[in-house]
């Protein structure tokens, strides 16, 4: 599967905080994907800055790219331009290049490996780093790591 890096650790604390994965109103394909790598922490990934697996069937997805847009920030930016960029400094946190492919199970070592300060990354706007770095945890452990 084709995935941004910062889509699959949003299902990994998905999965820590105990979410259920139903379709959302958007159409995208998160629940899915997070279904298949439960369902086989096997399953390879290459891992792309721009639309994914999950954003295929997504509403917003127009022409390859997001037209959403992050109200809750001051100014509001589009959305495709904040995930790339977090999806470049996950991909460097991370040392994995854009393009690479690896099974699903090791990037998630590769996370427990360098966990110590993702949260600063990978917290979303108005989430607090230190749940989302539990949840991650929790999530990790979950697949025994
Ligand atoms: S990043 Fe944009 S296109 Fe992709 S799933 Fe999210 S809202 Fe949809």
């Known amino acids: 599967m084709r ?3 910062h889509h699959l650790i ?3 604390a998905g999965i820590g905080g105990g979410a259920q994965f139903r379709p959302h109103a958007y159409g995208h394909a998160v629940h899915i994907v997070a279904e298949t790598v439960i369902a ?3 399953v390879e990934v290459t891992f792309v800055v721009g ?3 999950i954003c295929e069937p997504c509403v917003h997805l127009v022409d390859g ?3 959403d847009v992050l109200s ?3 100014p509001p930016i589009s959305k495709q331009d904040y995930n790339d960029d977090l999806d ?3 991909l460097e946190f991370l040392g994995i290049s854009e393009g690479q492919t690896m099974p699903f199970r090791q ?3 590769i996370i427990r490996e360098k966990f110590e300060g993702i949260e600063e990354i990978c917290a979303h706007p108005g989430e607090e780093p230190s749940s989302r770095r539990e949840r991650l945890d929790r999530g990790l452990r979950e697949f025994g790591l």
Request: proline share 8%.
């Open 107 to 109: 990037y998630l070592a």
């Open 3 to 5: 995935a941004r890096p």
């Open 72 to 74: 809750r920030l001051d």
């Open 40 to 42: 086989d922490p096997d």
């Open 88 to 90: 470049r400094r996950l």
């Open 51 to 53: 639309a994914d697996d």
């Open 65 to 67: 790219r997001c037209d």
């Open 10 to 12: 949003d299902i990994l």
